[in-house]
């Protein structure tokens, strides 16, 4: 933030906006703050406490992928904060400043279903997390290379649009219902390569895009109030050249348009190659920024605690960073100020995925451990990050 327009004779409107985290008395400290602050000081008395504005700098979602809590938990997992206390994992999350949570929604019931997706959805509710649903239109995992449509499912493209509208109207207005709206909804999992495979793989470019625009109006048409942000997401998002192959693809066929879309959110891992720098992150962002007029987001990443034998060797800017928890935290850090780059402010938050997944710490990757908890499920001193960026 700039300081030319601060002095003794500051008014309150001046500092409208600030946010301070982690003090207490924060209008009285304000006044006092900027009430004293000469021009050559203020930026560090700001510094000191922790100060951020919520215009220049501050992510709008600073957000945690919980999708396996109630997994864990049945297996016996107990999480605590950083000095070793038990406490329910929504409470360690909003004590370390993350504001909203994402959940995977697969069309199977148990695990990962509409009911599980309830009972943690209202516990976000209950906390005062925003939460994101991220639908995957699957029975089970879907990614790159794996987006296999739902057992009984139609193929034919007409039918399965039909069907896919009725499912996504339903899971919208189950949430509705039980009044728990979801701030975003991903239509698809990391779909480069398409979505509802054979059907709407990425060489039957019309029948993508119907599939889009099918999912989009079944949430527009939904009682969901006030309507959730519509998000499309791809893996590589340092990638710029495939991100705009990709929207290009789409939108070039007719059905799906720019109207069904608020928010592109991309996959940012570091453990994939050498590629995934700070700087191609941002030139790709920048560009679908700048293409397609939409806001984005870093709706999934992760950094490791440990890395031995990785498959893939790391980007070169990331030669300085440890694989421990400070690491973690330079990492997203990194990745929060990149953002902040991004033209037009019009970069709006950061998702770590599956930070408290201590059973599964591997994340799909070929690194050793990438949660925000050690093997006892306390959090690391990582996790205070959020309240940070």
Known sequence: MGNSNIGNDVQRSDYKGIELRGCSN???????IIASCFRETCSHKFDLCGLVSSAEGALRYR???WSSLLVSERNGVIYKDVNGVAQPLEQILVASGVNMVRQRVWTTEGDYG???NLELAARAQSA????????HY???WTNPGLQDIPSGWPTQISELSTKLYQYTYQVCQTFADAGLVPETITIGNEINGGTLWPTGKYDQPHNLATLLHTASRAIRDSGLSPPPKIQVHLSHGENAEEMQWFYDLVLGEGPFTLSDVDMLGVSFYPFWGQAATQENLLASLNNLVTRYGKEVMVIETNWPVSCVNGDYPFPLDTADITFDPAGQTTWIQRTAATLNKVQGARAVGLSYWEGAWIHN???GSSCDWNTL???????YTSMAVFGTI
């Open 63 to 65: 957000a945690f992928d």
């Open 138 to 140: 699957s029975d089970t």
């Open 373 to 379: 908890f050690d093997g006892n499920a306390q959090a």
């Open 26 to 32: 924060v209008d009285m400290m304000l006044e006092t």
């Open 114 to 116: 509409i009911q599980y």
């Open 128 to 135: 005062g997390l925003q939460f994101g649903l991220n639908l």
């Open 361 to 363: 710490a591997v994340l």
